[in-house]
């Protein structure tokens, strides 16, 4: 069968800004990509049905006999199961979502015409921003049995680093551990191949190290955390998701976040996320077109793909900042950044593309990855379409 994953545009539109740039399967939550854990439970490589905008960058491949599953959806055992159990022309549900389908086709609008199969066992849908961190520890365990299964752990020859629970820590080849604490009793702890985790830093499982990143000297690590491929983390972090080539590596604290690619946080950067009076916490919603409650007590700060902050910057709980923003200054901003905006608590006027672009082009070539057309392209149209939540433009034409 020929794996294809697949957006739902009302889920798109909910994971927002993460989405943006890439499509709903290549969220991160646990220690890999939804796309990388279907690849794996079924031994295959996939391609992708996605937004219009996103297409030539994540290209989709067809075949007579196509298995589509929903990109929100993390496999377990049983789920499993049932999708490698489906027939040609079968659409598997759990209620009212299409979990999966087994088709000839690549059209996910007419799926229900097709024999219906219910599912009653577990699922998880990662079809809100919130849910990438409120569900990140419960998949880091799955994501950690997933790709650790019979194999062995480099073992820890540094003799001043101490660890609790050793059997639940796996550590890849390349990777560096100097004089740090690693208490994996509340959950494992994942370190990735040529991480570094130094002199220190206190970790806590659920915890996941990605390739090639590092946990800076005194970082407090204090679980349910992923720290993605090529970024540096250090300060405090609790409960939060980095994707990937994002740095947060002075002192701060981040909780219950979701930080895209290519994102900085500058030194002393802290995030609000309780508030004073223990209400919910609400949430800028792209779907809703306002704000929407999480129904979560703990929430923080959103960060779309290539947004920055200044040094000392204040986050409120639940603030959502687009893609392609720079924010700085003294005074806590609004909670909804848009995309592609510059300033502050004091105002906000745009970041231009090209300036973006060549702020973004500097960044990518520090990890040795370039900027191509298709990359570019992409934000060209992400910041024409993004334009109408800039209201200062309105204003000032």
Not at 79 to 104: F, H, M, P, Y
Not at 156 to 184: C, R
Request: neutral net charge.
């Amino acid at each position: 069968m020929n794996l294809i994953l697949f957006d739902l545009p009302a889920a798109h539109t909910q994971l927002l800004p993460f989405t943006f740039t890439r499509p709903v399967s290549e969220v991160r939550v646990g220690i890999l990509k939804i796309t990388e854990k279907w690849e794996q439970v079924l031994h295959t490589k996939a391609s992708f049905l996605t937004q219009d905008f996103l297409s030539k960058k994540y290209k989709l491949t067809t075949t007579s006999d196509n298995l589509l599953i929903n990109g929100v959806v993390c496999p377990n055992a049983k789920l499993v199961s049932a999708v490698n159990s489906l027939k040609l022309d079968q659409t598997l549900k759990k209620g009212e979502v299409i979990i999966a389908a087994r088709t000839s086709h690549a059209n996910i609008s007419i799926l229900d015409q097709s024999t219906i199969v219910e599912y009653d066992g577990p699922a998880t849908f990662i079809d809100e921003v919130w849910k990438i961190f409120q569900y990140n520890g419960e998949e880091i365990k799955n994501d950690f049995k997933l790709v650790t299964d019979g194999r062995q752990s480099e073992k820890i020859t540094d003799t001043h680093t101490i660890t609790y629970n050793p059997d639940a820590i796996f550590i890849e080849t390349g990777a560096q551990i100097k004089a740090a604490v690693l208490n994996a009793e509340a959950g494992p702890i994942y370190i990735g191949k040529n991480s570094n985790v130094q002199e220190g830093a206190l970790i806590k499982g659920p915890f996941a190290l990605c390739e090639s990143s590092h946990v800076n000297m005194g970082a407090k690590m204090r679980g349910d955390i992923t720290v993605g491929p090529h970024s540096k983390v250090g300060g405090e972090i609790s409960n939060s998701v980095i994707f990937g080539y994002s740095n947060k590596g002075h002192d701060g604290f981040l909780g219950n976040s979701v930080v895209g690619e290519w994102c900085n946080l500058g030194a002393d950067t802290n995030t609000s996320n309780l508030k004073n009076n223990y209400e919910n916490v609400k949430v800028w919603s792209y779907a809703k077109g306002g704000f929407k409650d999480t129904g979560l007590q703990f929430c923080g700060l959103m960060m779309g793909d290539h947004s920055k902050c200044g040094i000392n910057t204040m986050f409120n709980t639940g603030t959502m900042v687009g893609i392609g923003s720079n924010i700085f200054g003294d005074g806590f901003p609004r909670t909804f950044i848009p995309s592609f905006a510059w300033g502050g608590a004091a105002g906000f006027s745009t970041f231009q593309l090209n300036k973006m672009i060549e702020t973004a082009t500097k960044v990518m070539e520090r990890r040795s990855v370039a900027l191509d057309e298709t990359e570019k392209e992409l934000l060209k149209f992400l910041y024409d379409h993004t334009a109408p939540y800039r209201m200062w433009e309105k204003k000032s034409s």
